[in-house]
T-cell receptor
Framework: KAGVTQTPRYLIKTRGQQVTLSCSPI?????VSWYQQTPGQGLQFLFE???????NKGNFPGRFSGRQFSNSRSEMNVSTLELGDSALYLC????????????FGSGTQLSVL | GIQVEQSPPDLILQEGANSTLRCNFS?????LQWFHQNPWGQLINLFY???GTKQNGRLSATTVATERYSLLYISSSQTTDSGVYFC??????????FGKGTKLSVKP
């Protein structure tokens, strides 16, 4: 079956703009998590959605938000972009139960100029 | 919060060699996973291994939960094994906490 799909693959934005990233999970998976990867901070958890509800949240400012639709697809939004938001944004999906494998997409590489 | 440390940070191998990557964690865990990030950025899930030993082809992993470490073994390495290997454990928020990774380069 198809894996986790993230779009777009690359994005270039300027400071102050906003951006929306999309993630389609594996069919049947109800949980979608978002992670930010930077060379300095590594992989950091942003938030997790399960059945259209945010279930967990990491330590990121309110400029980072997300949502999940009834078909489990998820979007992540970053408003008022800053240079430090340049990163690889990775989405992961799972069935949503405790202690199970996560499956990641290829990521969206965001560059903020 | 829980700390995850991986060693070595960098590893260069000749094709055909074997290697062992280590992951230490600071507290007991119910969820430990190993990932390989390829040069294109995709994270591939290698093992879900909170305890015990698993094998998948040339790769195997062992987690000794009581001593808070996990090992990833790569045998007969190939150039396609190059990339970054991450260990991740479950944090208090139900998310995964990643180590900084081991960057592996396999030379032909």
């Amino acid at each position: 079956k198809a894996g986790v799909t993230q779009t777009p693959r690359y994005l270039i934005k300027t400071r102050g703009q906003q951006v929306t990233l999309s993630c389609s999970p594996i069919s049947g998976h109800r949980s979608v998590s978002w992670y930010q990867q930077t060379p300095g901070q590594g992989l950091q958890f942003l938030f997790e959605y399960f059945s259209e509800t945010q279930r967990n949240k990491g330590n990121f400012p309110g400029r980072f938000s997300g949502r999940q639709f009834s078909n489990s697809r998820s979007e992540m939004n970053v408003s008022t972009l800053e240079l430090g938001d340049s990163a690889l944004y990775l989405c992961a999906s799972s069935l949503g139960w405790v202690n199970e494998k996560l499956f990641f997409g290829s990521g969206t590489q965001l560059s903020v100029l | 919060g829980i700390q995850v440390e991986q060693s070595p940070p960098d590893l260069i191998l000749q094709e055909g060699a074997n290697s062992t990557l280590r992951c230490n964690f600071s507290d007991s865990v119910n969820n430990l996973q190993w990932f390989h990030q390829n040069p294109w950025g995709q994270l591939i899930n290698l093992f879900y291994i909170p305890s015990g030993t698993k094998q998948n082809g040339r790769l195997s992993a062992t987690t000794v939960a009581t001593e808070r470490y996990s090992l990833l073994y790569i045998s007969s390495s190939q150039t396609t094994d190059s990339g970054v290997y991450f260990c991740a454990v479950e944090g208090s928020q139900g998310n995964l906490i990643f180590g900084k990774g081991t960057k592996l380069s396999v030379k032909p």
